[in-house]
């Protein structure tokens, strides 16, 4: 009779007097992961052990935190630009204040910045 292992179109490689299942691991591709996925992946394993577990073992966390990673640069490019325009940031401005601008933008990033932790990396 075979084991379910075998059912399920498993093999054995005999080592010594033993038999072990002949286990692999699928290969993934690395994809890179920025500061909002690394950030979201802690999140996730302080906060929903159990999506992390599985997203782990099916091998989609790789590429669920990637995705996560670029929907949040992108969320968080618009936001600044739309922060900007709403605040009459141009390039005017910074021709002629540059350090008006650059205190402007950095206050509109870190804004945005909150929207994006809120509505992405932590939920």
Same mark, same amino acid.
């Given at each position: 009779m075979k084991s379910l292992f075998e059912q @399920? +179109?498993?093999? &054995?490689? %005999?080592? +010594?007097d033993y038999l072990l299942p002949d286990l692999t691991i699928e290969t993934q591709t690395i994809n890179?992961? +920025?500061k909002y996925g690394r950030l979201h992946? %802690?999140?996730?394993?302080?906060?929903? @052990?159990g999506i992390y577990a599985g997203l782990l073992i099916t091998g989609k966390l790789s #590429? &669920?935190? *990637? %995705?996560?990673d =670029?929907? *949040?640069h992108d969320m968080l490019e618009l936001?600044?630009?739309q922060m900007a325009d709403l605040q009459g #940031? =141009? %390039? *005017?401005?910074?021709a002629s204040d540059q350090i008006a601008w650059v205190g402007t933008m950095n206050s509109i990033k870190n804004q945005a910045e909150e929207i994006v932790f809120s509505e992405l990396v932590y939920r």
């Open positions: @399920n +179109g498993g093999t &054995y490689s %005999e080592v +010594g890179h992961i +920025g992946k %802690e999140y996730l394993k302080k906060h929903k @052990n #590429i &669920y935190l *990637a %995705e996560i =670029t929907q *949040a936001l600044m630009k #940031i =141009t %390039e *005017a401005l910074k």
